[in-house]
């Protein structure tokens, strides 16, 4: 009696099926799905390797329909996790079914969401952008490029090999991906990336008022500036350092939205003349 082949998703799938996740994530977005039609896309080329019949294509691709969203760069895992599920459900692994990968797809989006949002959007994103910031002064074009070339060359390549890792892990990589050792790693991550971004707002963030009291004779008697910064040097900075950490973080305020309160603020401040922009006429 001959042996049974045994079926393997081709590197060329797998390549393909990454790729297709790297710029289609959002493929289709809406509310009602998200990411749905984006991970479908994805996997159509990993099951069209596996399942040389088209109806079994298309009820294997049933299994990918239900709603998905998650952080895209660390969220791939997923993807190489039900890639590496595909190949053994292909193989006709009796514990690998639908309701066992919408399980772990549905178990793992949330927690990865957390952790992608901390680390990349949180951390490393700000980080970058914070090194972008102090290159560019007097206009200097290194810092924009610095910051296009770095984050697409990490975002990928780190994309990528967190895919592959999915992909060989498989099921167990549930446990690597939530477990204790993974929390410590996290929290010391974002911690230094705490650390990093409160250095960089005392290097750049620098905000000063031009309020002054001044007597009958034109002579400042009083000046607000001098004043707090006796009491606490940046005091200024570090309140609106915190008021933004405040809304983002208490409130559950978007950036955006603290840009443009930022930018109300100090259009305001500037006219009730608490702000001066050093303008001249």
Known sequence: ????????????????????????????????????????????????????????????????????????????????????????????????DDEMINGIRAGLMGPLSGIGDSLIVGTYIPILLGIALGLSTGGSVVGPLFYIVVWNLTGTLGQKFIYDKGYELGGSAVDVLVGAQANALRNSIILLGQIIVGAISGAWVNITTAVQFKNQAGDVYLDLQKNLDGVIPGFLSVSFVLLCWWLMSKRNMKPVTVMLLMVVIAFVGVLIGFFDPGLSY
């Open 1 to 96: 009696m001959s042996a049974v082949a045994t079926k393997k998703v081709s590197k060329k799938a797998l390549n393909r099926g990454f790729w297709r996740w790297w710029y289609g994530n959002l493929t289709c977005f809406t509310h009602e799905h998200m990411q749905t039609f984006g991970y479908m896309w994805s996997m159509h080329a990993i099951i069209e390797d596996l399942y040389p019949d088209h109806a079994e294509q298309g009820e294997k691709l049933r299994t990918y329909y239900p709603f998905f969203n998650t952080e895209p760069q660390i969220g791939s895992v997923v993807l190489g996790i039900t890639a590496g599920l595909e190949e053994a459900r292909a193989n006709g692994d009796p514990n690998t």
